[in-house]
Protein backbone atom coordinates (compact mmCIF):
# COMPACT_ATOMS: atom_id res chain seq x y z
CA UNK A 1 0.00 0.00 0.00
CA UNK A 2 1.12 3.82 -0.67
CA UNK A 3 2.04 5.52 2.18
CA UNK A 4 3.78 7.79 4.03
CA UNK A 5 6.40 6.17 6.71
CA UNK A 6 7.71 8.33 9.31
CA UNK A 7 10.28 7.48 12.08
CA UNK A 8 10.95 7.19 14.51
CA UNK A 9 7.07 7.62 16.56
CA UNK A 10 8.87 8.45 19.38
CA UNK A 11 12.29 10.94 19.68
CA UNK A 12 13.95 12.02 22.89
CA UNK A 13 16.67 14.80 22.27
CA UNK A 14 19.00 15.98 25.17
CA UNK A 15 19.73 19.67 25.69
CA UNK A 16 22.57 21.10 22.61
CA UNK A 17 21.74 17.61 20.13
CA UNK A 18 21.00 17.64 16.98
CA UNK A 19 18.16 15.07 15.74
CA UNK A 20 17.03 13.51 12.48
CA UNK A 21 13.46 12.79 11.56
CA UNK A 22 12.91 10.30 8.99
CA UNK A 23 10.11 11.15 6.07
CA UNK A 24 9.44 8.47 3.35
CA UNK A 25 6.69 8.36 0.44
CA UNK A 26 5.95 5.60 -2.38
CA UNK A 27 3.01 7.75 -3.44
CA UNK A 28 5.46 9.38 -6.41
CA UNK A 29 4.71 12.78 -5.10
CA UNK A 30 6.53 15.32 -5.97
CA UNK A 31 5.84 18.27 -3.46
CA UNK A 32 7.10 17.50 0.22
CA UNK A 33 6.39 19.39 3.67
CA UNK A 34 7.19 19.62 7.51
CA UNK A 35 4.64 21.05 9.59
CA UNK A 36 5.01 21.23 13.70
CA UNK A 37 2.02 20.98 15.66
CA UNK A 38 2.05 21.91 19.03
CA UNK A 39 -0.59 20.89 22.09
CA UNK A 40 -4.01 22.44 21.11
CA UNK A 41 -2.47 24.37 18.10
CA UNK A 42 -2.95 23.89 14.44
CA UNK A 43 0.25 23.63 11.88
CA UNK A 44 3.02 25.66 11.08
CA UNK A 45 4.92 25.22 8.10
CA UNK A 46 8.74 24.47 8.44
CA UNK A 47 9.74 23.65 5.01
CA UNK A 48 8.51 22.28 1.76
CA UNK A 49 10.31 20.78 -1.41
CA UNK A 50 8.13 20.50 -4.96
CA UNK A 51 11.18 18.94 -6.82
CA UNK A 52 14.74 17.11 -5.70
CA UNK A 53 17.53 19.20 -4.88
CA UNK A 54 15.54 22.21 -4.23
CA UNK A 55 13.33 23.96 -1.12
CA UNK A 56 11.90 26.32 0.42
CA UNK A 57 11.42 27.84 4.04
CA UNK A 58 8.09 27.86 5.50
CA UNK A 59 6.98 30.04 8.18
CA UNK A 60 9.30 28.74 11.24
CA UNK A 61 12.16 27.51 9.55
CA UNK A 62 14.86 29.02 12.08
CA UNK A 63 16.44 26.35 14.07
CA UNK A 64 15.39 23.27 11.06
CA UNK A 65 17.26 21.77 8.11
CA UNK A 66 16.25 19.77 5.61
CA UNK A 67 17.33 18.07 2.15
CA UNK A 68 15.59 16.09 -0.81
CA UNK A 69 18.35 14.09 -2.86
CA UNK A 70 15.53 11.41 -3.36
CA UNK A 71 12.23 11.83 -4.38
CA UNK A 72 11.05 9.66 -1.72
CA UNK A 73 12.93 11.25 1.13
CA UNK A 74 12.61 14.29 2.86
CA UNK A 75 14.86 14.00 6.55
CA UNK A 76 13.85 16.50 9.04
CA UNK A 77 17.09 18.12 11.34
CA UNK A 78 16.40 19.32 14.35
CA UNK A 79 19.62 21.54 15.44
CA UNK A 80 20.54 22.76 18.69
CA UNK A 81 19.69 26.20 17.57
CA UNK A 82 15.98 25.10 17.65
CA UNK A 83 15.46 26.54 21.00
CA UNK A 84 12.00 24.74 22.02
CA UNK A 85 11.94 21.67 20.09
CA UNK A 86 8.94 19.91 21.73
CA UNK A 87 6.32 19.14 19.86
CA UNK A 88 4.77 16.94 17.14
CA UNK A 89 5.76 16.22 13.39
CA UNK A 90 4.27 15.64 10.97
CA UNK A 91 5.03 15.37 7.21
CA UNK A 92 3.12 15.33 4.15
CA UNK A 93 3.32 14.81 0.41
CA UNK A 94 0.90 15.39 -2.85
CA UNK A 95 1.05 15.52 -6.20
CA UNK A 96 2.24 18.67 -7.58
CA UNK A 97 1.41 18.14 -10.83
CA UNK A 98 -2.58 17.53 -10.05
CA UNK A 99 -3.86 20.85 -8.97
CA UNK A 100 -5.92 21.17 -5.83
CA UNK A 101 -5.19 17.48 -4.92
CA UNK A 102 -5.08 16.65 -1.41
CA UNK A 103 -2.34 16.05 1.49
CA UNK A 104 -1.14 12.65 2.43
CA UNK A 105 0.04 13.09 5.85
CA UNK A 106 2.33 10.93 8.34
CA UNK A 107 1.13 9.48 11.68
CA UNK A 108 4.05 12.21 13.13
CA UNK A 109 7.10 11.92 15.14
CA UNK A 110 7.07 13.00 18.63
CA UNK A 111 10.38 15.15 20.20
CA UNK A 112 10.96 15.70 23.77
CA UNK A 113 13.96 17.36 25.14
CA UNK A 114 15.04 15.57 27.93
CA UNK B 1 0.96 32.93 9.50
CA UNK B 2 -2.34 31.44 10.04
CA UNK B 3 -4.53 32.22 6.74
CA UNK B 4 -7.41 30.37 8.20
CA UNK B 5 -9.24 30.59 11.83
CA UNK B 6 -12.26 27.72 12.89
CA UNK B 7 -14.94 28.36 15.13
CA UNK B 8 -15.48 27.32 17.35
CA UNK B 9 -12.34 25.83 18.67
CA UNK B 10 -14.41 23.00 20.40
CA UNK B 11 -17.75 22.04 20.00
CA UNK B 12 -19.50 19.19 21.76
CA UNK B 13 -22.86 17.43 20.45
CA UNK B 14 -24.84 14.44 21.76
CA UNK B 15 -24.26 11.34 18.79
CA UNK B 16 -26.94 11.58 16.38
CA UNK B 17 -26.92 15.71 16.35
CA UNK B 18 -25.48 17.21 13.30
CA UNK B 19 -22.22 19.52 13.74
CA UNK B 20 -21.29 22.42 12.15
CA UNK B 21 -17.87 23.68 12.17
CA UNK B 22 -16.98 27.28 10.44
CA UNK B 23 -13.65 28.61 8.59
CA UNK B 24 -12.67 31.86 7.79
CA UNK B 25 -9.25 33.07 6.04
CA UNK B 26 -8.03 36.52 4.73
CA UNK B 27 -6.74 36.10 1.06
CA UNK B 28 -7.65 34.82 -2.42
CA UNK B 29 -7.59 31.13 -2.46
CA UNK B 30 -7.72 28.53 -5.42
CA UNK B 31 -9.11 26.28 -3.38
CA UNK B 32 -9.85 25.36 0.21
CA UNK B 33 -9.99 21.98 2.12
CA UNK B 34 -10.95 20.15 5.31
CA UNK B 35 -8.99 17.51 7.34
CA UNK B 36 -9.16 15.13 10.42
CA UNK B 37 -7.06 14.35 13.28
CA UNK B 38 -7.66 12.07 15.73
CA UNK B 39 -5.58 12.46 18.74
CA UNK B 40 -2.04 11.80 18.34
CA UNK B 41 -2.04 10.90 14.73
CA UNK B 42 -1.42 12.49 11.37
CA UNK B 43 -4.24 14.06 9.46
CA UNK B 44 -7.03 12.44 7.28
CA UNK B 45 -7.95 14.67 3.97
CA UNK B 46 -11.62 15.19 4.15
CA UNK B 47 -13.04 16.64 1.41
CA UNK B 48 -11.32 20.02 -1.41
CA UNK B 49 -13.66 23.05 -2.52
CA UNK B 50 -11.99 24.90 -5.61
CA UNK B 51 -13.16 28.61 -5.28
CA UNK B 52 -15.45 28.20 -8.15
CA UNK B 53 -17.90 25.61 -6.51
CA UNK B 54 -20.22 27.01 -3.54
CA UNK B 55 -21.33 23.34 -2.15
CA UNK B 56 -19.71 19.55 -1.94
CA UNK B 57 -21.10 16.65 -0.59
CA UNK B 58 -19.13 13.50 0.40
CA UNK B 59 -20.95 10.69 2.32
CA UNK B 60 -22.23 12.48 6.11
CA UNK B 61 -19.84 15.57 4.82
CA UNK B 62 -21.24 18.91 3.43
CA UNK B 63 -18.70 21.49 2.72
CA UNK B 64 -19.85 25.45 1.50
CA UNK B 65 -17.92 28.12 0.54
CA UNK B 66 -18.65 31.73 0.51
CA UNK B 67 -15.85 33.51 -1.45
CA UNK B 68 -17.37 37.14 -1.00
CA UNK B 69 -17.07 36.27 3.12
CA UNK B 70 -13.93 34.66 2.89
CA UNK B 71 -15.26 31.32 4.64
CA UNK B 72 -16.04 28.24 4.74
CA UNK B 73 -18.61 25.86 7.00
CA UNK B 74 -18.03 21.80 7.53
CA UNK B 75 -21.62 19.89 7.98
CA UNK B 76 -21.11 16.26 9.85
CA UNK B 77 -24.92 14.98 9.99
CA UNK B 78 -25.98 12.05 12.07
CA UNK B 79 -22.34 12.61 14.23
CA UNK B 80 -21.02 9.28 15.69
CA UNK B 81 -18.71 8.27 18.30
CA UNK B 82 -15.98 7.90 15.60
CA UNK B 83 -16.39 11.57 14.76
CA UNK B 84 -14.66 12.93 18.02
CA UNK B 85 -11.73 14.43 16.43
CA UNK B 86 -10.10 17.68 15.51
CA UNK B 87 -11.13 19.13 12.34
CA UNK B 88 -8.48 21.54 9.89
CA UNK B 89 -9.43 23.98 7.39
CA UNK B 90 -6.74 24.40 5.40
CA UNK B 91 -6.26 27.10 2.15
CA UNK B 92 -3.72 27.56 -0.36
CA UNK B 93 -1.59 31.37 0.28
CA UNK B 94 -0.40 31.97 -3.19
CA UNK B 95 -2.19 31.50 -6.65
CA UNK B 96 0.71 28.82 -7.49
CA UNK B 97 -0.92 27.01 -4.39
CA UNK B 98 2.63 25.93 -3.81
CA UNK B 99 1.76 24.93 -0.14
CA UNK B 100 -1.33 25.40 2.12
CA UNK B 101 -1.72 26.99 5.34
CA UNK B 102 -3.79 25.21 8.23
CA UNK B 103 -6.54 26.90 10.93
CA UNK B 104 -6.37 25.98 14.61
CA UNK B 105 -8.76 23.38 14.32
CA UNK B 106 -12.29 23.09 16.00
CA UNK B 107 -12.09 20.36 18.85
CA UNK B 108 -15.20 17.56 17.92
CA UNK B 109 -16.24 15.63 20.55
CA UNK B 110 -19.53 13.64 20.37
CA UNK B 111 -20.96 12.13 23.74
CA UNK B 112 -22.48 8.73 23.37
Known amino acids: DGGITQSPKYLFRKEGQNVTLSCEQNLNHDAMYWYRQDPGQGLRLIYY???????QKGDIAEGYSVSREKKESFPLTVTSAQKNPTAFYLC?????????????FGSGTRLTVV | SQQGEEDPQALSIQEGENATMNCSYK?????LQWYRQNSGRGLVHLILIRSNEREKHSGRLRVTLDTSKKSSSLLITASRAADTASYFCATDAYSSASKIIFGSGTRLSIRP
Open chain 1, 92 to 104: ASTNKGQVGYGYT
Open chain 1, 49 to 55: SQIVNDF
Open chain 2, 27 to 31: TSINN
